[in-house]
């Protein structure tokens, strides 16, 4: 029994120490020329403008019902002018970041590595390589690169979603016109508050590209392999988000004091 726990904790830091040397090349890569615009267009295009979609409706429903909780808690003090305010703090801070992190890690993660798993059974990576291409350039420093510039973006777009859907529950609920729930909402917020909780969905998208990548790129068992490597992917980049979050919580009240 000892010898097969040792044997599956030596396993996991194998793989644990096998990603953070993936992630570490990665990121020695990403500013290393030649690069693939081509295939970084396309990518910002798959992953990012086609999530959108997903993004704007998620972050206009997560609105609506933050909407109404905050107003169900904050009527019991007469507090009631706070909603807005009180809404766009928590989208824009925590809400906001971490709901889009989950949506694309579901979306992104397990397309990247169901698509990379695929070139992996059938191949198609090994003969990228014996053509002189380099794989992981061209396979996963250019998804990297489409997910440090899309998650920032998709995530402004998810919290003003947000902030709309709050206001329509608002105006449906006491009649508040557009223009005092904006200035409201946007009376506590500037962009010490907006900056640091947005760039950190950039930790966000190279997580979820990293890892997801990594399981594409060892998947085997043919179509088997596949769908575990789609699955793994979805509960690797959500494990991983989420404990690096509260890190980055920590490291954000530590570099910018303002945020408090």
Not at 10 to 16: A, G
Not at 127 to 140: K, T
Not at 168 to 175: I, K, M, R
Not at 236 to 260: D, E, G, K
């Amino acid at each position: 029994m000892a010898g097969k726990v040792r044997s599956a904790v030596s396993s996991w830091l194998s793989q644990v120490g096998d990603l953070a040397g993936f992630a570490a090349r990665a990121v020695r890569d990403i500013p290393r020329p030649p690069y693939e615009f081509g295939e970084i267009l396309r990518h910002l295009y798959e992953l990012g403008a086609r999530s959108a979609p997903l993004v704007a409706v998620s972050g206009l429903a997560v609105g609506v019902v933050l909407s109404m909780h905050t107003r169900a808690t904050l009527e019991r003090f007469g507090a009631e002018s706070m909603i807005p305010a009180g809404l766009a703090m928590a989208l824009i801070r925590e809400t906001g970041p971490l709901t889009a992190g989950l949506l694309l890690a579901g979306r992104i993660g397990a397309g990247i590595g169901a698509e990379l798993a695929a070139m992996r059974v059938t191949e198609q990576i090994d003969a990228l390589e014996a053509i002189g291409v380099d794989s992981f350039r061209f396979l996963v420093v250019t998804r990297v690169i489409a997910c440090l510039i899309a998650f920032p973006l998709l995530t402004t777009i998810l919290n003003f979603a947000g902030i709309f859907g709050g206001f329509l529950a608002e105006t449906l609920a006491s009649g508040m016109s557009f223009q005092l729930y904006m200035q409201r909402a946007f009376a506590m917020i500037d962009f010490p508050t907006f900056l640091p909780s947005t760039l950190k969905t950039m930790a966000f998208g190279f997580i979820i590209a990293t890892a997801s990548s990594f399981l594409g790129f060892r998947a085997d068992q043919g179509t088997e392999g596949v769908g575990r490597a789609s699955t793994q992917s979805v509960v690797l980049s959500s494990v991983l988000l989420i404990v690096v979050n509260v890190l980055l919580v920590q490291l954000i009240f530590v570099l910018f004091p303002t945020v408090r």
